[in-house]
């Protein structure tokens, strides 16, 4: 490989998420033609409990916050 697996991981993610907005702005688009609205629902957070007490949340990219 010329420019080594990070660069390249990072050129697929950028054309996946390229590729993930147009699908959306079409689909929002063909909503719109037929009279809908389309609204993002964000996923719940999960939350858990420490054995001190300690309540802990992970967002939807996995990131374990403090609640």
Do not use: C, F
Request: proline fraction near 6%.
């Amino acid at each position: 490989m010329r420019h080594g697996s990070a660069s390249l991981r990072k050129e697929e993610a950028a054309y996946a998420e390229q590729v993930r907005e147009r699908l959306e702005k079409q689909l929002r688009r063909r909503a719109k033609e037929r009279g809908y609205e389309l609204k993002r629902i964000e996923p719940p957070r999960e939350t858990g409990t420490m054995p001190d007490g300690e309540v802990l949340t992970v967002t939807p990219d996995g990131e374990i916050v403090n609640a």
